[in-house]
Nanobody, 122 residues
Framework: QVQLVESGGGLVQAGGSLRLSCARSGRTFGTMGWFRQAPGKERDFVAAITWDGRNYYADSVKGRFTISRDNVKTTVYLQMNSLKPEDTAVYYC??????????????????WGQGTQVTVSS
């Protein structure tokens, strides 16, 4: 089975940066996505990268966040710059093994990590 482990979360001040990592076990890469969930809110799409390197972003993070992967496709990253208090959430990485029609749709993904907390103070 595929296992995903997130790391890199923490507490930062507004305007600061964090880099999240998601390590993957297993032989396939597929489409990898980042989602986040704030207290009392639904889990929302943040960014995704396809098997051939195409990137997708939510409007709320476009221009501030960058998704990428390592050369051997075992780790996906989320570089977060110009962080705002409204970015505070638990961030989850997820994997889709099939052809993704809508990268922002939660149901496209079949494996999920346990999440890492990101807190941005004002």
């Amino acid at each position: 089975q595929v296992q995903l482990v997130e790391s890199g979360g923490g507490l930062v001040q507004a305007g600061g940066s964090l880099r999240l990592s998601c390590a993957r076990s297993g032989r396939t890469f597929g489409t990898m996505g980042w989602f986040r969930q704030a207290p009392g809110k639904e889990r929302d799409f943040v960014a995704a990268i396809t098997w051939d390197g195409r990137n997708y972003y939510a409007d709320s993070v476009k221009g501030r966040f960058t998704i990428s992967r390592d050369n051997v496709k075992t780790t996906v990253y989320l570089q977060m710059n110009s962080l705002k208090p409204e970015d505070t959430a638990v961030y989850y990485c997820a994997r889709s093994g099939g052809i993704v029609g809508t990268p922002s749709r939660i149901n496209e993904y079949d494996y999920w990590g346990q999440g890492t907390q990101v807190t941005v103070s004002s």
